[in-house]
């Protein structure tokens, strides 16, 4: 009946072709009512998308679903078409780069300058060339007097900087961001917009609350609410849609 079943090839080419395929997700946290609820999307290459949705929505809980720092009840996720499980996540983690919600997570050297020559030295980048990027890296974010400092030295907006430059030097196709603008003034949440827009990756993932923000650097919009994608559009038009996003828990001038 459905165009599902009279037209299989096209259900599985989509699956392929998406760089990020998110299939009836269920994700619950232990005797509550699930976070999230059947969640299904797909991203292509290219797109640069907006996870929106109010505090306590689930934003975050889905963005770790996606990496495979959470697992869920039910559902699937493919990334270029790899089941994440735990067997696959060391392949997944190569493409994908993901900072959390809160950067001290993602510190934890001795310094900034070995926190982001981490990752690179692993995955064995020599000694030098792992520094070299790593300083040009702090350098572009302002941090190049911080590099031989500890992570507690730095303001929020500067660590959640940092963390960013450890996942930038490891040069991922996929970047998944959790609210990457919290604790910047405008000149860095411009900066951080252009450094953004610049990079070339296959699909960008940000969740935000920082709308006119995300209306610069992203396209398309998902919204989170009640458990659910309620809207997967293009930004701007919902950015002008103020009654949508107000009752969406997202008031626009606040
Ligand atoms: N470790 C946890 N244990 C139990 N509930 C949690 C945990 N982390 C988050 N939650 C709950 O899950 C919901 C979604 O949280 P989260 O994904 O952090 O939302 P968002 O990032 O959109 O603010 C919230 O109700 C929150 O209280
Ligand atoms: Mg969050």
Redesign the pocket.
């Known amino acids: 009946m459905t165009s599902l079943t009279s037209n299989p090839q096209t259900s599985i080419s989509h699956r392929h072709n998406a760089v990020i395929e998110v299939q009836n997700l269920v994700y619950t946290?232990?005797h509550?009512e699930p976070?999230l609820k059947e969640i299904s999307f797909s991203l292509n290459a290219g797109d640069r998308v907006a996870l929106m949705?109010?505090?306590?929505?689930?934003?975050?809980?889905?963005?770790?679903n996606l990496i495979g720092l959470k697992h869920p009840q039910s559902g699937a996720i493919y990334i270029n078409g790899t089941l994440v499980e735990p067997k696959t996540l060391p392949q997944i983690r190569k493409q994908v780069g993901f900072t959390f919600?809160d950067a001290n997570d993602q510190l934890f050297m001795p310094t900034i300058l070995e926190d982001v020559t981490f990752g690179p030295r692993n995955y064995g980048v020599s000694p030098a060339i792992a520094i070299d990027k790593a300083l040009q890296l702090l350098a572009d974010f302002g941090l190049e007097a911080y590099a031989r400092r500890s992570a507690h030295e730095l303001s929020g907006g500067q660590r959640r900087l940092a963390a960013l430059a450890t996942i930038l030097a490891l040069e991922p196709s996929i970047l998944i961001l959790?609210?990457p603008t919290a604790g910047l003034d405008p000149a860095w949440r411009r900066h951080l917009a252009q450094v953004l827009l610049k990079l070339p990756v296959q699909v960008i993932l940000i969740?935000s609350h920082d709308l006119h923000w995300l209306g610069r650097v992203t396209q398309r919009a998902l919204v989170?609410s009640g458990g659910c994608i309620q809207i997967d559009s293009q930004i701007q038009p919902l950015l002008q849609d103020g009654k949508t996003l107000d009752q969406l828990g997202l008031p626009v001038d606040w």
């Open positions: 946290y232990s509550q976070v949705g109010a505090t306590g929505s689930g934003k975050s809980t889905l963005l770790e919600q959790d609210e969740a989170l």
